[in-house]
């Protein structure tokens, strides 16, 4: 696939606010005074977690003064992009990633990343199917076989609506191990960490997610990762195979993680922004934090990261259709 292909080389309204101050680094370099992190998601998702663990590494390494969050949940994340360009705030950065040029050539809603400042695409995320510690399922050969059996009896859910990136993956899955991917009976939650619950509480019999969000869980004995949709075992999770391993053949994906900020940003605002990020993958709490959520570093800063989602919107649309989401 030349999405993944590409992908691999590069790589109702709540609020919920937080802020922390840091110390100016000892050089006195600091970039910006302030970042409003903008969550199109609720808390415990993926977008969650990339938005506030950017915010702890840059504040606490002083390459900003202050972070603040407000997650904003609605419209497959289309409340949030129409809030961004209304109040078209200059301080404020939109966490977002593959889901916006699927939702927006899905129609889900109106806007696309062109609509925003593109800043700077900055971490990826593997795929990863997850069962709860409970389940009778152990590998994704016993998975895949009471699939083949009766797709209806094994739910699969995700963070997002049907047709969108978790449900993308779960068909690319089962696609990859021979098995039917529009039959994958697709249970939407509106965030990843709702998703989780759903699998922990026996809603779903296994998700789709980010390996992010299931690292943690899966190290306090929560879930069991089954597989990952990495080329190469990651080092987070040494014992876990790769979904190509576990006989999902080929199945590679990785998430892009990225920010936008509103329409229109002055170009000295755009280059800080730029700026900070970029400084951040030199500090101690960057590593610290992106160890901890198992994350693969990517930089695709301005042009670079329009060229790559002009790319990306191509391959999408390719590989939606083939698997009959478009």
């Known amino acids: 696939m030349k999405l993944l292909k590409a992908a691999l080389t590069a790589a109702v309204f709540t609020v919920s606010v937080a802020t922390f101050s840091a110390p100016v680094l000892a050089d006195g370099h600091k970039v910006l ?59 404020t950065l939109m966490v977002n990633s593959t889901p916006i040029v699927i939702r927006s050539l899905q129609k889900v809603f109106p806007q696309s990343f062109r609509d925003l ?83 922990l509480s026996g809603e779903i019999k296994a998700l789709t997610t980010g390996f992010g969000e299931a690292i943690e869980l899966a190290r306090q004995g929560e879930v069991k990762i089954l597989c990952v949709t990495a080329p190469d075992r990651v080092d987070a999770a040494k014992d876990t195979p790769t979904c190509d ?45 992106r160890d901890r959520n198992g994350w693969v570093e990517i930089f695709n800063p301005d042009d670079k990261f329009v060229a790559f989602l002009e790319g990306q919107e191509k391959e999408v649309t390719t590989l939606m259709k083939e698997l009959g989401f478009m």
């Not at 390459?63 to 109040?87: D, F, P, Q, R, W």
């Not at 797709?151 to 969108?164: L, N, Q, R, T, Y």
């Open 33 to 91: 005074d302030q970042i409003k992190f903008l969550i199109p998601g609720g808390a415990g998702g993926g977008w969650d977690g990339t938005a506030r663990g950017t915010g702890e590494a840059l504040t606490k390494s002083g390459l900003v003064g202050s972070a603040s969050y407000e997650n904003m949940s609605g419209g497959g994340g289309g409340k949030a992009i129409a809030h961004l360009i209304e109040t078209n705030d200059p301080n």
């Open 117 to 199: 400042t593109p800043i700077a695409g900055t971490v990826g995320d593997y795929g990863a199917l997850v069962v709860g510690k409970n389940s009778s399922y152990n590998t994704f050969a016993e998975l895949l076989a009471a699939y083949n059996a009766d797709p209806k009896k094994v739910a699969i859910g995700g963070g997002s609506v049907a047709g969108g990136m978790d449900h993308l993956i779960s068909a690319l899955i089962m696609k990859s191990a021979g098995a039917s991917p529009t039959a994958v009976k697709y249970i939407p939650y509106d965030a990843g960490g709702k998703a989780m619950a759903g699998l």
């Open 245 to 289: 391993e576990a006989g999902a053949t080929g199945a590679f994906f990785v998430n892009w993680r990225g920010f936008f900020a509103a329409p229109d940003l002055p170009t000295e605002q755009k280059a800080k922004f730029v700026e900070a990020l970029q400084e951040m993958y030199d500090t101690e709490e960057w590593a610290t934090v």
